[in-house]
T-cell receptor, first 112, second 114 residues
Framework: NAGVTQTPKFQVLKTGQSMTLQCAQDMNHEYMSWYRQDPGMGLRLIHYSVGAGITDQGEVPNGYNVSRSTTEDFPLRLLSAAPSQTSVYFC???????????FGPGTRLTVT | TQLLEQSPQFLSIQEGENLTVYCNSSSVFSSLQWYRQEPGEGPVLLVTVVTGGEVKKLKRLTFQFGDARKDSSLHITAAQPGDTGLYLCAGAGAGGTSYGKLTFGQGTILTVHP
């Protein structure tokens, strides 16, 4: 099992560019989520999904879109990158929010 | 919006000392998880507590969930340099608009000096 995979590992964008962060899991988990991690702020929930075709907003959803067309994949789209979106992004999957979250290795994004 | 206040934010201690990390909220959580994160990696689960008043032990680590399920603590006995890392608490929403959401505390950076 590969667990949770994320690509790319590093990315530099210019302000206004768009991109998609990829996340995939092979554990047949229904629950998937995206977090951003900034110094001194822990992990903040961006969007989450409780199953294919179902997504909902987390704590900091503005500037991000998600979709869940399959159980395995949960991509995160940055519509128009801003310097405030410079962060480390983690994708996680689990059986549900009360269960162990399995995190990917993260994507370090810099917006200049 | 549910908030989890984690304290202290930084902890620097000598090997062999004891320490406690706290997570507090005004919200009720259906469960409380503790994670440890190494630099450059994603968090890894240490323990999940579900029942109010629950105490779980993992070797030298003791985790407690408050009776009202609004707070939790992590106590490490005789800390070792290998305990160095970022410790995060995370609460799962108990219902209503919080259901399905996991809220993380700000994290505690622990450094244990030999």
């Amino acid at each position: 099992n590969a667990g949770v995979t994320q690509t790319p590992k590093f990315q530099v964008l210019k302000t206004g560019q768009s991109m998609t962060l990829q996340c995939a899991q092979d554990m047949n988990h229904e629950y998937m989520s995206w977090y951003r991690q900034d110094p001194g702020m822990g992990l903040r929930l961006i969007h989450y999904s409780v199953g294919a075709g179902i997504t909902d907003q987390g704590e900091v959803p503005n500037g991000y879109n998600v979709s869940r067309s399959t159980t395995e994949d949960f991509p995160l789209r940055l519509l128009s990158a801003a310097p405030s979106q410079t962060s480390v992004y983690f994708c996680a999957s689990s059986r549900g929010p009360i269960y162990e979250q399995y995190f990917g290795p993260g994507t370090r994004l810099t917006v200049t | 919006t549910q908030l989890l206040e984690q304290s202290p934010q930084f902890l620097s201690i000598q090997e062999g000392e004891n320490l406690t990390v706290y997570c507090n909220s005004s919200s009720v959580f259906s469960s409380l998880q503790w994670y440890r994160q190494e630099p450059g990696e994603g968090p890894v689960l240490l323990v999940t507590v579900v029942t109010g008043g629950e105490v779980k032990k993992l070797k030298r680590l003791t985790f407690q969930f408050g009776d009202a399920r609004k707070d939790s603590s992590l106590h490490i006995t005789a800390a070792q340099p290998g305990d160095t890392g970022l410790y995060l608490c995370a609460g799962a929403g108990a219902g209503g608009t919080s259901y399905g959401k996991l809220t993380f505390g700000q994290g505690t950076i622990l450094t244990v000096h030999p």
